[in-house]
Structure formats: C-alpha cells, structure tokens
C-alpha cells in the first residue's frame, strides 16, 4: 500500500469551500463527461452518522477506460469504471474507490479542511505524516498536464471581479488573506504480483493532477458560486448531474451493445485476462500462508 498525504492551499475560507466543493465536482464532472468517459451518480442523498451527524452521501461510477495508459488496459474490460463511495460530514469528508473487476483494489481518502496555510503536522493525528510521504500541491505555480491547462483557469492571470481576489504569484501563501488547506491522506492499495508498485505509483500520480486540477478551477470558478446558497448549489448540482449522466449513460450502453457483438476472440481474450489476474491474486493471498488484510471503509463521512 502507498500512502500520501497532498496539503492544498487555496484563497478561500473553509465557509466558503463548502458552497466551492460542490460547484467545481459537478461542473468538472460534466465537463469531463462524453463518450462513455466520465462520471455517473448512482446515489446522493442524505444521511447521518452517529460520531460525525448529518451529512450526504453520494456514489458514483467513473468510467474512464479511455484515460488509461496501454499497460493497464491489456487486463480489463473495454467497459470499465470505479465505483466511488463517499461520506461528505463538512469539513471532514471520507472517500473509498473500488473496482469489482479488481477486488484487491482499493482507494481510501480522508479529507478535512481547516484556515491554515497548510501548517498542521498532526491533522490526522497525534503521529505526524513521515515528511518524505507529505506532498505539498502549489494551484499557483505548479505544472499541470498539458492537456488541462485553460488560459482562464490560470491563477497567475486571474483576477476575482466579485472578490479582488487575484492574480497570485509565487509565494502567495504566505501573504494570502483568505486562507485555507485542503488536507488529504491519500491510500492506494493494488495487491497483484509484478504490477503493484506501478499501478499504485500511477493511481497516486493521476490523484496529485486531479487535486491540482480541481482546486485551482475552485478558485477560477470563483464569480460563478461566490453568491450562491446552500439551497443554490445543490440546485445546480442536481442539473448538472442529469445532463452528465445522460451523456455517459447512453455511449456506454452503446459501446455495451457493441461489445456483445464483438467476436468470440475477443470475449474469450477478455475471459482468459480475468482468469490470469485472478489466479495471481490467489497467488498473492497465499504468500508465507498468510492472506493480506485490505483496508476496509467504515461508515464514517467523506
């Protein structure tokens, strides 16, 4: 299992995060959805939570077989996605990722945010992160892909109309009023002999992009939320998610026909992937006589 934790910091107050959160999810889960690719909510309501109280719960499936690199796509389905479970208790979130094609699989975020400049050492505990594991995400000067990069979204460039706030250069933390961090400790586990190392190291690298992404659209989506309610965003959320999972939905179950319809080859390739990563698994489970013990999820908020 790799673990780490990413301390993002942003221009905003914990209160203000809390209608920003929401606005950038739906919005940049609309944006990254078509063709079969993105992001479908199953669930989102609300729930409660005996340590934590009121909070919602939402699940999604996040397809996104397009987005991965050729060696990870030799062993899957063409029809491939997670499953995202989380638990929102703002501004203590918890979140698992799992895939049934992939059982020894496993994501676990725990987020809390705070009005800091991301100087707590023991946010998630009396024992300190190791400072070799702590990754400290910079929205202002760090490089994201190529691929992501909108003029618009450059905080360098951007300037608040409704706030004043912006542009920011190097260093702005430090003299930044508002301030907050987004803490996340970050666990990817993926027990499969010869590929764990990679695919864990790939899993937290796509994590780091998807952190850096969307807090530095938070900011730049700034004059489109700053003046809605709580009553407002989960308006616009509600939208956004039907427009978004109309437009997964009806490509996967195209590409779902299509597959049926592919020739045996192909079915049996798919066949004899799941096998072999089964049987290395069962592998795995039996090394020294003991079985690995996956990290489990309790009922606590994202």
């Not at 003046?227 to 490509?251: A, C, G, H, P, Y």
């Amino acid at each position: 299992m790799l673990t780490k934790e990413y301390r993002i910091c942003m221009p905003l107050t914990v209160e203000e995060y809390r209608i920003g959160q929401l606005y950038m999810i739906s919005k940049h889960s609309h944006e990254q959805s078509s063709n079969g690719e993105g992001v479908e909510v199953v669930k989102n309501e609300p729930y409660t939570d005996e340590q934590h109280g009121t909070g919602q719960y939402t699940e999604k499936r996040i397809y996104l077989n397009g987005k991965l690199p050729d060696w990870i796509k030799w062993f899957i389905p063409r029809i491939f996605y997670l499953t995202e479970r989380a638990w929102n208790n703002y501004p203590f979130t918890l979140t698992e990722y799992t895939c049934s094609f992939l059982p020894k699989f496993h994501i676990r975020i725990e987020t809390k945010f705070e009005n800091n400049n991301g100087n707590n050492q023991h946010v998630f505990g009396k024992k300190a992160t190791p400072k070799d594991d702590v990754c400290n995400v910079d929205i202002v000067t760090d490089l994201i892909p190529e691929k992501c990069y909108k003029e618009s979204e450059d905080l360098t460039k951007f300037k608040s109309l409704k706030t004043g706030r912006g542009p920011f250069s190097a260093g702005w933390q430090k003299i930044s009023d508002p301030i907050m961090c987004s803490y996340k400790l970050v666990s990817v586990k993926f027990e499969m002999y010869g590929f764990q190392t990679k695919v864990e190291g790939f899993v937290q690298k796509s994590i780091k992009d998807i952190l850096l992404v969307g807090h530095r659209q938070a900011v730049a989506w700034i004059d489109e939320w700053i003046d809605m309610s709580m009553e407002d965003v989960r308006n616009f959320e509600k939208e956004l998610q039907e427009e978004t999972n109309k437009k997964v939905i009806s490509s996967t179950e195209t590409d779902s026909g299509s597959l049926i319809k592919e020739d045996d080859s192909n079915r049996v390739g798919i066949t004899r992937s799941a096998s072999m990563i089964n049987k290395t698994m069962t592998q795995v489970d039996t090394v020294d006589g003991q079985r690995p013990v996956m990290t489990r999820m309790t009922s606590s908020p994202h």
